[in-house]
């Protein structure tokens, strides 16, 4: 016990001197996690919050253009800017030069086509149910199109966004100019007033909510609540340019060659050296997780909600930090020098991160991709936290992740152990 | 591919300074290697003897120190805490070890470093260090593989002074070195070892007169030849 403390002092003296290295372990992960977190929440906000700058020329020559302008204006989703007097060319130029990410045209006939289409549906309906027999009155069918320019590099899932914005804006104006022909029909000048209220007050209402597995809707999911825990994990991970080369470099050291001759120092020194960076991993997850619950929100960023299931979360929390120290004693123990095991664990690191739903979330790739990120350790840290942080779940839910993290360090120790007993260093 | 070392049979006395010297490659360090547990044979045996009792290679690991011509300590720690850390390594108690740990620097010339990082040392500093760590346990037989390899006339003086104190209180002294000349004056008795065999083995006086030369380099040059080794 004595030589194993002996061992973890002066592990914690070397990574005490190593200032770049406690950079790298605590510096980095804050500086990525921060950016990662503002660069995704400016995104989401860009579809969700922010007012999204629409260059808009109004050409039509009834009032459905000028009802669907100001639709769009009364929607508080886009800022627009009107310059009617533009060409259809000349609006995709001004759009591209004035960094505006979208701009419509809504064509001269766009009322006059919208009011013909929805008068012939009305004509066919009174037709139907026998109101008017006069079917030679059905006028036949106007095309007009609205078009929409957008920037190339605002994304598709923005472009759609934008997209079904409209469409549900036109069948809300083509509804309402339906019922009025309807009405103006059956002898009316307009739509009854208490229809009419009753048309725009009672919609049926949708209820969004995140599901979650206790029942109780405590989390929201935002950018910091999936980009802190992700992150976390992928820093955490990092550490093998760290301990792997740490290691590698000890085995080459002379002082390596010195504790060959006092058995079984060598031991004192791997399970030292795996406590002192579990430590590390462990402190890393807690000052992100600090920072996300205290700063991000004082910085406009959404704050990062703690799970009640503080056991659960430190569970996962240490498994999650003995697999990324047993990876890495794994790469530093199979490395024949430190420039291989930097190299190759950085780039395995990045390859698990990419695999495992780090960056992009796994059910967004292909079948066989969501296979692969089944052999990600990272993938597995992530899916407990997701339970933890967004699903509010339980030990059950937990299982599968504790089940394969475990798994992992256990294989990982043995890879090591084979190899050291080999080369007679245990 | 042949052995390293081969048909090697030799026995140091308690007591005593015993040199190993040969050509570059010749296998002293493998032999060295061999004898403080580093390598292990791949046939023959090591036998360690204390008071007259045979002891185990296990035991007699905790009673042998051993100073590698490279340096074996930690640059970044300071020579304090890199003492600290191997002394308890040997297993020595924490007040004794303190003890021992500032009378060596005293006696090495380094107590005024004792705070400083070690890789701010000059080269016969760290030899120096090298050395103290290795001596740390007072040990029963201690391994030197070229322990005044590039370090200056007054280093290598306190070097030997301080391993003449330690034989004198018993321990015996395993020792290689190109510096013959110091060699000489040191050991009680030498090997000579070309390609992983001992091609003379006695005193200094009884070799030199055996072989007609006058002293150990000649004598070296007599035996193994003067073609150069890799």
């Known amino acids: 016990m004595r030589k194993l403390l002996a061992s973890i002092v002066k592990e914690l003296q070397l990574l005490a001197h190593d200032k770049v290295g406690l950079l790298l372990l605590y510096l980095m992960p804050v500086v990525l996690v921060f950016i990662i977190t503002v660069v995704q929440d400016s995104a989401f906000k860009l579809v969700n919050d922010n007012q999204l700058e629409l260059l808009v020329a109004n050409k039509d020559k009834g009032a459905l253009g000028d009802s669907l302008v100001a639709v769009l204006k009364q929607s508080g989703n886009f800022l627009l800017d009107e310059k009617n007097d533009l060409s259809e060319k000349q609006l995709q130029e001004e759009g591209l030069s004035g960094g505006k990410l979208a701009s419509i045209y809504i064509p001269e006939n766009f009322s006059e086509a919208i009011e013909n289409n929805t008068s012939t549906i009305t004509q066919l309906i009174l037709t139907e149910f026998g109101v008017t027999e006069d079917t030679l009155a059905v006028a036949e069918r106007k095309e007009t199109s609205l078009t929409i320019y957008f920037d190339p590099i605002l994304q598709e899932n923005f472009q759609y966004t934008l997209v079904t914005n409209l469409q549900t804006i036109l069948s809300g104006m083509e509804n309402k100019v339906m019922l009025e022909n309807l009405f103006e029909q059956m002898g009316y000048d307009e739509i009854p007033e208490h229809i009419a209220a009753k048309m725009t007050g009672e919609k049926t209402p949708i209820i969004a909510k995140h599901a979650s597995l206790d029942g109780q809707q405590k989390m929201t999911p935002n950018s910091t609540q999936h980009n802190v825990p992700a992150w976390s994990i992928f820093a955490m991970f990092f550490m093998v340019v760290s301990l792997g080369g740490n290691l590698v470099k000890e085995r080459l050291s002379g002082s390596f060659v010195r504790l060959m001759t006092i058995p079984p120092s060598f031991m004192y020194t791997l399970i030292s050296k795996m406590l002192v960076y579990l430590g590390v991993a462990v402190s890393q997850l807690f000052l992100l997780f600090c920072i996300g619950h205290l700063i991000f929100p004082s910085m406009g960023l959404p704050q990062l909600q703690i799970p009640d299931a503080f056991l659960q979360l430190l569970i996962v929390s240490i498994l999650s930090g003995m697999a990324a120290v047993s990876y890495a004693v794994v790469i530093g123990t199979y490395a024949k020098s430190q420039e291989q095991a930097n190299g190759f664990g950085a780039v395995s690191i990045v390859i698990f991160a990419a695999i495992g739903g780090i960056w992009v979330p796994t059910f967004v790739m292909p079948d066989y991709m969501q296979t692969v990120a089944l052999f990600s350790p990272l993938h597995w840290c992530l899916e407990g936290y997701y339970v933890l942080f967004l699903k509010n779940g339980d030990w059950n839910a937990l299982s599968s992740s504790i089940i394969f993290l475990s798994l992992f360090v256990i294989v990982c120790q043995i890879l090591t152990f084979v190899k050291l007993k080999m080369q007679n260093y245990l | ?230």
């Open chain 2, 1 to 230: 591919m042949s052995p390293a070392v081969s048909q090697v049979d030799f026995t140091v006395l308690k007591g005593e300074k015993f040199g190993i010297f040969g050509p570059n490659g010749a296998g002293k360090t493998t032999l060295i290697s061999m004898m403080c547990g580093i390598l292990q044979p791949t046939s023959g045996s090591i036998h360690y003897y204390i008071n007259g009792k045979e002891i185990t290679p296990k035991t007699a690991l905790h009673t042998i120190g051993y100073v590698p011509q490279d340096f074996a300590f930690y640059p970044e720690l300071t020579a304090g805490q890199n003492l600290v850390y191997f002394g308890k390594m040997y297993g020595i108690p924490t007040k004794q070890l303190h003890e021992k740990i500032n009378v060596l620097l005293e006696q090495l010339g380094l107590s005024h470093v004792k705070n400083k990082k070690v890789m701010t040392f000059s080269g016969g500093m760290k030899r120096r260090i090298n050395l103290a760590i290795g001596i740390l346990n007072d040990p029963e037989i201690l391994f030197l593989d070229e322990p005044t390899v590039g370090v200056d006339v007054q280093s290598k003086h306190a070097i030997i002074h301080l391993l003449e104190e330690l034989n004198k209180n018993g321990t015996s002294i395993l020792y290689t070195s190109h510096h013959l000349k110091e060699a000489e004056d040191f050991c009680d008795r030498i090997a000579l070892i070309d390609q992983g065999k001992i091609i003379g083995l006695g005193t200094l006086e009884a070799l030199t007169t055996q072989h007609e030369v006058e002293n150990l380099e000649e004598l070296l040059i007599r035996l193994t030849g003067k073609t150069m080794r890799d």
